[in-house]
């Protein structure tokens, strides 16, 4: 069966609650939230954390707009937040999930696809072989270093963070007693593998990115992508913990 191409541009939006598609035409507005009868996508119809009309995604200056008019933030891949009232940004071509934050424990699915230059909106792909995530290569030290970053997030802590500088250079220097590790060598390391990632285009990794207070998201976007790649995993924790030799 053959797609039937759409215009460029088009936009394709889903939640829970339903799917809806809105050609490009400048102006256009698609509002989105809690209220039913008032928005065009509706999501969080249960959660009073989510605002009746909680943003609004608007087609100006040849590509679509998201906007936050709700009361709590919008959370776009990586970790990248739009706080309520911020500034508009763009939504790229190609697939973004983006998830609207509710009551505690509670976030909201927004799936939006804007079609490319190619206009094909891709076909269900059932009976294709699954891909496996390609793991990013680290050299020794570094792979040490992110082992021990992630190393809650790889023991399935119930609240995962990642650990400190000074309990990474300590799990280092343990693992590795003639490397001179200490907390800023540590800091150097993570801050070289989220550098060279950012540069391949991984979101999420550089303060620039993130509206402030940044805290400690750079690290825990470098792990979520560490572990969605599974370039560092649960048994790879054995490298660490393993008396040096």
């Known amino acids: 069966m053959q797609q039937r191409p759409s215009a460029e541009h088009t936009l394709f939006v ?25 928005v065009h996508l509706t999501l969080g119809e249960d959660d009073p954390q989510v605002s009746r009309e909680h943003g609004r995604l608007r ?19 990586a970790g990248t937040e739009l706080r309520p009232g911020g500034e508009p940004v763009p939504v790229p071509p190609g697939y973004t999930l983006v998830t609207v934050l509710g009551s505690p424990g509670r976030e909201h699915a927004l799936e939006v696809r804007v079609s490319g230059p190619d206009r094909v909106r891709p076909l269900p792909r059932h009976d294709d072989s699954t891909r496996v995530p390609r ?37 280092m220097q343990q693992a590795d007693p003639g490397g ?3 907390h800023r060598r540590a800091e150097h390391t993570v801050r070289a593998i989220r550098e060279r990632l950012s540069a391949a285009g991984v979101a999420g990794l550089l303060a620039s990115e993130i ?35």
Do not use: C, H, M
């Not at 889903?14 to 008032?38: C, D, I, M, W, Y």
């Not at 087609?59 to 776009?76: A, E, I, K």
């Not at 207070?213 to 393993?242: F, K, M, Q, S, Y």
């Open 135 to 171: 793991p990013w290569p680290l050299d020794g030290d570094e792979r040490l270093a992110a082992l021990a970053l992630a190393r809650r997030y790889l023991q399935n802590d119930p609240r995962p963070t990642p650990q400190s500088w000074r309990q990474v250079s300590d799990e």
């Open 211 to 245: 509206e402030p207070p940044v805290g400690n998201r750079l690290n825990e976007n470098l792990v979520a992508e560490l572990i969605r790649t599974n370039t560092v995993t649960e048994p790879d924790l054995d490298e660490l913990d393993r008396e040096p030799g």
């Open 59 to 77: 087609f100006t200056g040849g590509r679509w707009w998201l906007s936050n008019s709700g009361r709590t933030g919008v959370r776009f891949p």
């Open 14 to 38: 889903q939640t829970l609650a339903g799917s809806a598609t809105f050609g490009p035409k400048e102006g256009r507005e698609v509002l989105f939230g809690r209220n039913r009868p008032l």
């Open 180 to 182: 001179g590790w200490t």
